[in-house]
T-cell receptor, first 114, second 114 residues
Framework: KAGVTQTPRYLIKTRGQQVTLSCSPISGHRSVSWYQQTPGQGLQFLFEYFSETQRNKGNFPGRFSGRQFSNSRSEMNVSTLELGDSALYLC?????????????FGQGTRLTVV | AQSVAQPEDQVNVAEGNPLTVKCTYSVSGNPYLFWYVQYPNRGLQFLLKYITGDNLVKGSYGFEAEFNKSQTSFHLKKPSALVSDSALYFCAVRDMNRDDKIIFGKGTRLHILP
């Protein structure tokens, strides 16, 4: 069974631009979460979607947004990019929301803002 | 609010020796607890989880973790370390009683010395 797929794997953008990252969860998984990973901060929670609804949100500015489609695929968008947005963005999917089921992670999208 | 602490940024262990990676947590209700491992340029891989029941949980690659409610800890252990265990390890918690996200610690880098 295919794992979590994130595209693209690598991105280079300039300050002020916007970017859209995509995540396809494991088939049948309805919950998708996004995390930002940086060396100094570890994994910071961005948001979680379940059945096309945002269920939880982390402490990130409004420049960070996301959505989930009816097939559970999710996208996150970052507008007006800043140098500090350079990070590995990880997507994770799980079968259901708020349960003991583990999350499965994609390989991430490495975003570099120059 | 829930939180996870991994007090050690780095742990060095000689190959063949037992290893412990520490994790403490804070949740308002009962916890779901997880350990993940990350190899270079990869996403996170699930190792093991505690949901309920036996306090000693066994997982992948010979790892185990012990849930200690009184000390609010969930330390990761392995009886005999391998060089291939060298990686970044993350502890995570989800509040069982709330519709809440999975929160990760900042990670502990494990170095197994040959």
């Amino acid at each position: 069974k295919a794992g979590v797929t994130q595209t693209p794997r690598y991105l280079i953008k300039t300050r002020g631009q916007q970017v859209t990252l995509s995540c396809s969860p494991i088939s049948g998984h309805r919950s998708v979460s996004w995390y930002q990973q940086t060396p100094g901060q570890g994994l910071q929670f961005l948001f979680e979607y379940f059945s096309e609804t945002q269920r939880n949100k982390g402490n990130f500015p409004g420049r960070f947004s996301g959505r989930q489609f009816s097939n559970s695929r999710s996208e996150m968008n970052v507008s007006t990019l800043e140098l500090g947005d350079s990070a590995l963005y990880l997507c994770a999917s799980s079968l259901v929301l708020a349960s003991g089921t583990e999350a499965f992670f994609g390989q991430g999208t490495r975003l570099t803002v120059v | 609010a829930q939180s996870v602490a991994q007090p050690e940024d780095q742990v060095n262990v000689a190959e063949g020796n037992p290893l412990t990676v520490k994790c403490t947590y804070s949740v308002s209700g009962n916890p779901y607890l997880f350990w993940y491992v990350q190899y270079p340029n990869r996403g996170l891989q699930f190792l093991l989880k505690y949901i309920t029941g036996d306090n000693l949980v066994k997982g992948s690659y010979g790892f185990e973790a012990e849930f200690n409610k009184s000390q609010t800890s969930f330390h990761l252990k392995k009886p005999s370390a391998l060089v291939s265990d060298s990686a970044l390890y993350f502890c995570a918690v989800r509040d069982m009683n709330r519709d809440d996200k999975i929160i990760f610690g900042k990670g502990t880098r494990l170095h197994i010395l040959p």
